[in-house]
């Protein structure tokens, strides 16, 4: 299969080419000869499938012009063609057109959430609905009783000849606000101990094929440093317990650890973190403010990240993640921190230089760069 490496005159594609262009000059033959001599030199060092995956990557936009004569229109099977490509080409955004490179990214996302909003769609199965004279009683009991909780409620109910679970009861009850003073004494507590505490926490990412993909981290307080990352496709309490050996050798433990109530931070995760001198503190329920340092980073790496990247698997991830590690603790700075980074990058001294534009340089695969070397005369 011969590549198209010098376009025919006669080939136009509609909707590309501008129409000031009509007026412009052609260029010299001997300049398009040369193009055409550089793309038949590069075809020579390519390989006989990376041809056929650009023949075919020209050859779908070709026809979606053809089909829709000026502006191309873009069906649900161009999207999963892109989609496809993009998992199984390198090359994929060299060639393409017709649309930019982060509209493929962004048709993945739109693709995931179509995905899980199918396969959560609401299906006739599980527990019929409760009658709305038995949740008027559990809320009214709640209301009339403060200090009653599931527990004393659902006795009651069975004693009036009512059948339902303690579950039920819980997930009808109102919402109770927390002391006034909870939130003080816990920003508290942080402020007072944040050089000896640490919080693990987990994240989800969608990869191309809607997998899913978790990872695990574990943060320290007082400098905001990633003390151990890592991924997994099957999290469970026998690899959490795995991370957390790796995570705190030779007596590098914290004195508190923040976690949440995920059921895989199981009880044996907990003696496990005990048994590392630790001392285990869970978040509330529906309170993740509680492990505010985790989860603001979580907010950052997706942010700078993970919104603009198509996770290919497992170990994409684990390489996108470690750069951006990288560039976290040594480039980006902290308002918590002081405008420092958490690597405390000393400042560089720029005495009698004057500073020109610096041209950026891509520092992860997300949309962060580094300019701290470059420098005009």
């Known amino acids: 299969m011969a590549p198209a490496c010098c376009p025919s005159p006669e080939l136009v594609l509609p909707g ?8 412009a000059d052609p260029p010299p033959a001997m300049f398009r000869l040369i193009l055409c001599l550089l793309g038949a030199l590069r075809s020579v060092f390519r390989s006989r499938a990376e041809l056929a995956l650009e023949n075919l990557a020209l050859r779908q936009q070709l026809a979606a012009f053809s089909a829709s004569g000026r502006r191309a229109h873009i069906t649900h099977s161009d999207r999963w063609f892109w989609i ?3 998992r199984v080409w390198s090359g994929w955004a060299d060639v393409l057109i017709f649309v930019m ?3 493929v990214i962004r048709w993945h996302r739109a693709g995931f959430r179509r995905y899980w909003t199918w396969i959560s769609r609401p299906r006739r199965t599980g527990r019929p609905a409760k009658d709305q004279e038995i949740r008027e009683l559990i809320r009214r009991l709640a209301r009339e009783n403060p200090a009653w909780g599931s527990p004393r ?7 009036l000849g009512f059948d339902v679970s303690e579950r039920t009861v819980s997930r009808y009850l109102p919402r109770r606000a927390p002391p006034p003073d909870a939130v003080q004494r816990w920003l508290t507590f942080l402020r007072n101990h944040r050089d000896v505490i640490a919080a693990m926490d987990f994240f989800v990412v969608p990869t191309v094929t809607f997998r899913l993909v978790y990872g695990w981290f574990v943060i320290g307080h007082g400098r905001r440093r990633i003390l151990h990352l890592d991924v997994t496709a099957n999290p469970s309490a026998a690899w959490v317990i795995q991370q957390l050996r790796e995570a705190f050798p030779f007596g590098t433990a914290p004195r508190h650890l923040i976690f949440d109530r995920d059921s895989i931070f199981s009880a044996q995760v907990v003696s496990m973190v005990k048994s590392l001198g630790i001392n285990p ?3 509330g329920y529906r309170y993740p403010w509680q492990n505010g340092v985790a989860e603001r ?12 990247v198509v996770v290919l698997g497992e170990h994409h991830l684990r390489r996108l993640l470690a750069e951006h590690r990288a560039y976290y603790h040594d480039d980006r700075t902290h ?11 000393p400042v560089q001294p720029r005495a009698g230089q004057r500073c020109s534009e610096a041209p950026a340089e891509r520092r992860t ?3 962060q760069h580094d300019d701290r070397d470059v420098v005009g005369e």
Request: proline share 4%; net charge neutral; aromatic share 2%.
């Open 365 to 367: 695969a997300g949309s």
């Open 297 to 308: 980073w979580i907010g950052s790496v997706r942010r700078e990240l993970l919104d603009h």
């Open 84 to 86: 496809a490509l993009r």
């Open 153 to 159: 409620i659902h006795g009651e109910l069975r004693l």
């Open 16 to 23: 590309i080419v501008d129409d000031s262009a009509d007026t």
């Open 335 to 345: 308002l918590g921190l002081g405008k420092a980074t958490p690597a405390a990058r």
């Open 281 to 283: 503190t869970r978040t």
């Open 101 to 103: 490179p982060e509209t």
